[in-house]
């Protein structure tokens, strides 16, 4: 059994037990379920958005929408839900008892107040006095928030964003976390505004605006609210690309921590969050989906593969992939991968084949004795790789010579 503290984690000027902490949602929406979160191993938790008992939220019904898989594995969510239905004062006893209960565990809370900075600033300062160990600006989300020029209509102006990160940075002692939207043009401008304007971390990302889907029989958008909907936010597993894109983005642009979040949902997942720079990570759709208990697979999964690589914790690996990120232009031309199929655990169902003819470059034939590449009209793309259902095509990568015979 791989040793706990091998996943120890360090994100700013904090030491976690380890890097999973539960992201701004459903799973933080009371402090009872902080509770039962921390006692199943969590390292942190971020409070579900605190917003001044006077901005007057009221949630529709449904609110949610899922994409799945035939087995009901979630591959996308939707969500068109507003801000934490519990009251100021309600967090502020809440945090603190938390505090109490929980010394080792991080307590995040995630505001977003009205247009009048001074609205974040008196939210801010009560959160700090009732002992968070930071606050996490919610200038992210998608959904009815924007047309209040809230949420992610603020995450898109970076003048807005250093203007209020600078209005809560100078009146706060604790840290500052500024959580940012990934429906920009280019997150870069809008992290560095972030930072101009004093943040201490960065975590990203929010939710993708999104339209599931469209009901065929009543042509209703979904969630249909009546026969009406709304662009929502996406998460789920089909937004870790973009998570970790945009997370790659802020970690090569500057030296502020990052919090990685957006489809995480196995140790594995994560572990390239953090190989993308991220120092910690969020979780909040998987947990929605299969429970606080995926904790354990998560931390068990993520210590095995540390001690199995021989490495000391997940702070060596931060970042590691990122110097291998570079422009389109800088590929190397002279690398192919070429395909080799394993005729022992090929069925022959002829799905490359398919594919190859109609999707690639007509390289694949199906014989007596099997499946047949002719690699000198293969192009070498991977398709057949990626749709054979027995993965018996593997692309093994060849040097070309400058007058592009494979050696
Ligand atoms: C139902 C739901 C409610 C959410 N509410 C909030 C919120 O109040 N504040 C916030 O900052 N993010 C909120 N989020 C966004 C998540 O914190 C997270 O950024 C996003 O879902 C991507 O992570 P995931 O793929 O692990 O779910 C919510 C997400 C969902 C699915
Ligand atoms: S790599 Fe592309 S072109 Fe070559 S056989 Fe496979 S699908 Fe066809
Ligand atoms: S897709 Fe895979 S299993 Fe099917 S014929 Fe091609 S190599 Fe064989």
Redesign the pocket.
């Known amino acids: 059994m791989a040793s706990e503290s091998r996943i120890r984690t360090t994100l700013g000027p904090f030491t976690l037990e380890n890097p999973f902490i539960l992201?701004?949602?459903?799973p933080t929406a009371t402090a009872d379920q902080i509770r039962h979160a921390f006692d199943a191993g969590w390292a942190g938790a971020v409070i579900?958005?605190i917003r001044p008992d006077e901005m007057v939220i009221t949630d529709v019904s449904p609110r949610?929408s899922a994409w799945k898989d035939r087995d009901s594995t979630l591959l996308g969510?939707e969500?068109i839900?507003l801000?934490?239905k519990k009251s100021v004062s309600y967090w502020l006893i809440e945090i603190s008892k938390l505090r109490r209960e929980f010394p080792d565990k991080l307590l995040i809370a995630?505001i977003m107040a009205g247009a009048d900075p001074a609205e974040w600033q008196d939210l801010a300062l009560k959160i700090q006095s009732a002992g968070a160990h930071a606050i996490?600006l919610?200038f992210?989300?998608p959904h009815g928030m924007p047309e209040r020029g809230l949420g992610a209509a603020i995450g898109q102006q970076a003048d807005l964003v250093r203007e209020l990160t600078t209005h809560v940075k100078k009146i706060t002692t604790i840290p500052l976390i500024v959580?940012l939207t990934p429906n920009v043009t280019d997150i870069i401008p809008i992290a560095q505004a972030a930072i101009k304007g004093g943040t201490d971390m960065i975590s990203a990302?929010?939710?993708i605006q999104c339209l599931i889907g469209i009901d065929l029989d009543t042509f209703f958008p979904i969630p249909s609210v009546g026969g009406y909907s709304t662009y929502g936010?996406y998460?789920?597993p089909a937004?870790k690309p973009v998570g970790l894109r945009v997370v790659s983005q802020i970690a090569q642009a500057g030296s502020t921590p990052v919090i990685g979040?957006?489809?995480?949902s196995s140790w594995n997942d994560a572990t390239e969050y953090i190989l993308a720079g991220a120092s910690a990570v969020?979780?909040?759709?998987?947990v929605?989906w299969r429970g606080y208990g995926i904790i354990r697979e998560l931390t068990t999964g993520l210590s095995e593969y540390l001690e199995e690589k021989g490495l000391s914790g997940p702070d060596v690996i931060r970042g590691k992939a990122l110097s291998q990120i570079t422009s389109h232009e800088t590929l190397n031309r002279n690398i192919r991968g070429v395909p080799f199929v394993n005729q022992d655990t090929c069925t022959k169902c002829g799905t490359c084949v398919i594919s190859c003819r109609d999707g690639g470059y007509q390289a694949i034939r199906m014989t007596n004795k099997g499946v047949a590449i002719d690699q000198e009209r293969c192009d070498n793309c991977s398709l057949c790789s990626l749709v054979c259902p027995s993965k018996s095509i593997t692309m093994i990568s060849i040097r070309m010579d400058r007058q592009g015979a494979k050696s």
């Open positions: 992201a701004s949602g459903p579900k958005t949610f969510f969500n839900e801000l934490s995630s996490e919610n992210s989300c959580k990302i929010n939710t936010g998460s789920g937004v979040i957006g489809g995480i969020q979780v909040c759709s998987a929605m």
